[in-house]
């Protein structure tokens, strides 16, 4: 779950999700409180038409008959009684008084009372999340004069609290919530799935420069995005190969006036110094031979195959030990991967051969992973200083204590491991073993037959 939300489905979903949800519920908070204006508005007109029928009934009514009278019509929220003789506090003139009084004319007099009817205060009872909680319309106490001086209190009091209508405002959220969970969910995964797209693109790319180009489907925006990474899929592919047949041609072009210089060299009559020429033009065509090979390590043409690694790592170890080198492999994979023989091979053949050449021993172990087998190739020699293990990789970098003739080497053989591990989909990386010397681990995935 915590991974959904740091990815960017996540993210835009709960943002729609958010934003959706404000917006109806300021919507609802909008129209409820329209709603209740709207009540508090026809409540007043309703009780301002009250209070003037009952007033003026009552006062066609006998003085010694109006309290039976006034019992009768005060059963609403509009209620007229009977004043009590105390002098009550005046309050100003309100809207509500100013309106009744002048419906009743001048025969009656309207006095706005400061004393405020209890029920004024009391919450009112409401069924939706949004309502009100206090009745915000017309509420006060009035004295009026009736035209034979008999002075009644008119309570102008809060509407009841409407019947139960058995609806569950709870029930109708949840559903709304759940379509709003399921369009978000849509709108995302239709924003989302071109950007996943364009990122296994990406990934693909980095796996296999020659993966094919992206279809133009979606909207335009999408399309053009597709046609830009295409286009620079092409010119990276056009710049490698540039690249690439720019070295294999240097690289064997050399081969022929090496070859020559050193039949020349032949006939130098001094020994030592034909041997010490020999030895130098040797490690020139080495050289040049390992540039070659980079340059081809370098090119992701050629056709896949499915490979045993097993049976591989089981003929180059073998292939190793009748060339005198002490090699010693444990372990079965046991799984199939694919890639090209022989660029797989060359790969563990230097892996091995470095082990060799600068531990005296390549110890192999393989094992089975999930979906992957993982080779380690460890030697017994004194192992890499941290900060030097990444720096192993570059093209033509070697240590200082490795700059010998005859151990030295070019620099070249983990740049071409790792450029043709990076080309089957493969890790390689490089530590110091807690057994001591230096653990070369080759991670290769599993073929699944139709993926």
């Known amino acids: 779950m915590k991974a959904f939300f740091n990815s960017m489905t996540g993210r835009v979903f709960f943002a729609l999700m958010l934003g959706i949800i404000a917006s109806a519920a300021l919507t609802q908070w909008l129209a409820l409180n329209e709603r209740q204006r709207t009540l508090e508005r026809y409540r007043n007109f309703h009780a301002l038409e009250r209070a003037e029928q009952i007033i003026e009934t009552a006062d066609v009514v006998r003085p010694e008959s109006r309290a039976q009278y006034l019992a009768v019509a005060s059963k609403g929220s509009v209620q007229l009684e009977l004043a009590s003789e105390e002098r009550p506090a005046l309050h100003p003139p309100t809207e509500f008084s100013a309106a009744l009084s002048q419906r009743l004319g001048r025969e009656f007099q309207v006095t706005p009372l ?3 009817p209890v029920a004024c205060d009391r919450p009112v009872a409401t069924n939706t999340v949004f309502g009100a909680t206090q009745w915000r319309g017309t509420c006060e106490s009035v004295q009026i004069a009736m035209t034979d ?13 409407p019947a139960p209508t058995g609806h569950n405002e709870y029930a109708v959220f949840v559903p709304f919530l759940l379509c709003i969970a399921v369009l978000a969910y849509l709108v995302t995964r239709m924003t989302v799935r071109p950007l996943k797209q364009l990122a296994q693109a990406a ?17 335009s925006e999408i399309r053009q995005a597709s046609a830009a990474f295409n286009a620079m899929q092409a010119r990276i592919r056009q710049y490698i190969a540039q690249r690439t047949e720019m070295l294999a041609a240097i690289t064997h072009d050399l081969q022929t006036p090496l070859t020559r210089l050193r039949l020349r060299l032949e006939k130098v009559p001094d020994d030592d110094l034909r041997q010490k020429l020999i030895g130098d033009l040797s ?3 080495a050289m040049v031979k390992e540039g070659l090979d980079l340059a081809r390590s370098m090119d992701a043409g050629g056709a896949m195959q499915k490979l045993d690694l097993d049976s591989l790592l089981d003929s180059v170890c073998a292939d190793a030990a009748d060339a005198g080198q002490p090699v010693e492999l444990k372990g079965a994979a046991g799984m199939a991967l694919l890639g090209r023989p022989l660029d797989i091979q060359r790969c563990l053949v230097n892996l091995i051969d470095n082990a060799v050449k600068y531990g005296q021993k390549a110890h192999v172990t393989v094992e089975r992973l999930a979906g992957a087998a993982r080779v380690r190739i460890r030697d017994e020699g004194p192992g890499i200083p941290p900060d030097q293990l990444a720096r192993v990789f570059e093209p033509f970098y070697r240590l200082e204590s490795s700059r010998s003739r005859t151990s030295g080497g070019t620099g070249l053989g983990l740049t071409i491991a790792r450029n043709i591990a990076e080309q089957h989909g493969a890790t390689l990386s490089l530590a ?14 599993e073929f699944y037959a139709g993926k």
């Open 114 to 116: 400061a004393e405020r």
């Open 149 to 161: 001086g008999q002075l009644l209190k008119l309570s102008v009091l809060p509407p009841r609290a």
């Open 203 to 219: 990934k693909d790319l980095g796996n296999d420069i020659n993966h094919p180009p992206l279809e133009l489907t979606g909207a």
């Open 283 to 285: 490690a020139m065509q």
């Open 432 to 445: 110091n073993s807690d057994h001591g010397g230096l653990e070369a681990v080759l991670t290769l995935p």
